[in-house]
């Protein structure tokens, strides 16, 4: 469901929390106050629950911290501010992956951010659905284009990304943190965000990759119903401490911006030992599925060039480039 114009007015009268009346919000947006009631009806589609009170009016249950340019880039050092071709805001995408993708054929520069508000089909890894609350997290997508190298010049960026969310949280004094081969970010168990990047060009000539990444600040128990893993956010983890959405936007996508800026030339390597210190598989029972075939043994965490290795029970240890990581989160 697309968020209406008049509905972003009322969500904007309405984040601070507080309770606005009916009457106050049809003078503002030059409406009935029937016309008010009917749009109100739509915010629970997008996981925006109101509550209404008589003589009280309408209120959010929850404030909301909507995103805004200014208070983004606020948080990009100004040489990063110097590597975006535009940083771009929607009330609501199918995906901003998808919109970057089909950005990135029609010639689009690199250097192309894209914020959204909510999305309609949120991209996990293997086609899975990435649940995507109006106003609530962080979903972002990064085009980047590398001119040397083909698609391999991008070998474990999604790792190198992982490593550049965890310094932002870190940043943000959130250490309880790691990351899940190829690119997870977890927390006591539990995923709180997920890296997906893809790539098109040439195998050995320039290629576009879009970087995408949501990340759960605040994930309704009624949004996420359907999740069919242990799932966590940041409002549980840092309590009464809620963190700034912008501030996080805007650092998440300063450490992103260094990584991509310089990843042609040094690759994923430069990224491994930091890498390791987060990983929060290593040492535990794991079990890695490609396709149908099912590998059962002990994270060895990564080799040299960001490969999972997997010591199997005859002592034997293998790489795998790619696969599903299962675990028993209660282990970790």
């Keep these: 469901m697309l968020i209406s114009d008049k509905q972003k007015q009322i969500l904007v009268l309405l984040a601070d929390g507080e309770f606005h009346s009916g009457t106050e919000l049809a003078v503002a947006l030059g409406v009935s106050r029937s016309a008010i009631c009917k749009q109100l009806k739509g915010l629970s589609d997008i996981g925006l629950p109101h509550s209404a009170v008589s003589g009280k009016g309408y209120r959010l249950d929850k404030p909301l911290d909507l995103l805004a340019h200014d208070a983004i880039s606020a948080q990009l050092s100004e040489p990063h501010k110097t590597l975006l071709a535009a940083l771009e805001i929607h009330d609501s995408l199918n995906s901003t992956n998808s919109y970057l993708v089909e950005r990135s054929q029609q010639d689009a520069p690199s250097g192309l951010v894209c914020f959204a508000e909510h999305q309609t089909a949120g991209k996990g890894r293997r086609g899975r659905h990435w649940v995507s609350p109006y106003g609530s997290n962080i979903y972002l997508s990064i085009l980047w284009r590398f001119q040397q190298g083909g698609m391999a010049a991008t070998a474990g960026l999604s790792l190198a990304i992982g490593v550049a969310v965890i310094r932002a949280l870190k940043q943000h004094h959130i250490h309880d943190v790691g990351l899940k081969w190829p690119n997870d970010i977890y927390s006591q168990g539990k995923k709180l965000g997920g ?45 009464e401490n ?88 209660d282990t970790l």
Excluded: M
């Design 195 to 239: 890296i997906l990047i893809e790539v098109s060009g040439e195998a050995d000539g320039p290629c576009a990759a879009v970087i995408g990444l949501g990340l759960n600040l605040f994930l309704p128990e009624s949004q996420a119903q359907g999740i069919t893993q242990a799932w966590t956010d940041l409002t549980k983890i840092t309590g």
């Design 242 to 329: 809620p963190l700034r959405r912008n501030e996080l936007a805007g650092t998440v996508l300063n450490h992103i911006l260094t990584i991509v800026n310089g990843f042609e030339a040094v690759g994923i390597q430069a990224y491994l030992d930091e890498w390791r210190s987060y990983d929060c598989l290593q040492g535990h029972t794991a079990t890695l599925f490609i396709g149908q075939q099912r590998i059962d043994g002990i994270v060895a965490g990564i080799d040299d060039n960001g490969l999972l290795l997997i010591k199997r029970p005859d002592g034997s240890v293998q790489a795998f480039a790619s696969g599903e990581v299962s675990f028993n989160a």
